[in-house]
């Protein structure tokens, strides 16, 4: 997501691209420490499938759900209420600081939504449902390519 973030926000001027790297730089590091969700529920997922105990399969599912949404409301807390000061120590320009801080708030807020991915992609990978993960991702990019304007 971050590089159609600069393809289109770059379109907005110099002070709207910095703003879109200084935020993307905060979430690359917030998606780092939670990358477990996905790695963890693998095989988790996979050696419950692999015995046929579709109970288990659903339990595991369900508390990756749990994790990623107690997860991501702290993760969306901790990031509105510290990204001003991340921000802050950025020297960036005032301008920049600015932008940056409306879309740290707004990308923070689909915090959740990302970590329902990670654990829905890795789910789906415990059940060798690979193409599922890429064909999610093919119909999102067709969506979003028909409501953008990237002309």
Same mark, same amino acid.
């Given at each position: ?5 600069? =393809?289109?926000? /770059?379109?907005? *001027?110099?002070? #709207? ?10 979430? #690359?590091? $917030? /998606?780092? !420490?939670? #990358? ?6 693998? @095989?988790?997922? =996979? ?24 997860? /991501? ?10 990204? @001003? ?14 932008? $940056? *801080? /409306? ?16 654990? *829905?992609? *890795? #789910? ?19 969506? $979003?390519? !028909? ?5």
């Amino acid at each position: 997501m971050s590089l159609i973030d600069c =393809a289109i926000i /770059g379109r907005l *001027g110099a002070d #709207s691209l910095a703003a879109t790297g200084a935020s993307i730089s905060i979430f #690359s590091l $917030a /998606g780092l !420490l939670v #990358s477990f969700l996905s790695y963890v529920t693998v @095989p988790a997922v =996979a050696e419950a499938s692999a015995q046929g105990d579709q109970a288990e399969v659903s339990k595991v599912i369900s508390t990756g759900v749990w994790i990623a949404v107690v997860a /991501g409301v702290m993760i969306t807390g901790f990031i509105i209420a510290v990204g @001003p000061l991340i921000l802050g120590s950025m020297n960036l320009e005032a301008a920049v600081v600015e932008k $940056a *801080g /409306g879309y740290v708030w707004a990308r923070a807020l689909g915090s959740i939504g990302y970590l329902l991915v990670l654990v *829905g992609s *890795g #789910s789906f990978r415990g059940m060798q449902v690979c193409g599922a993960s890429l064909d999610a991702a093919m119909y999102h990019t067709a969506l $979003a390519m !028909l409501f953008l304007d990237v002309s």
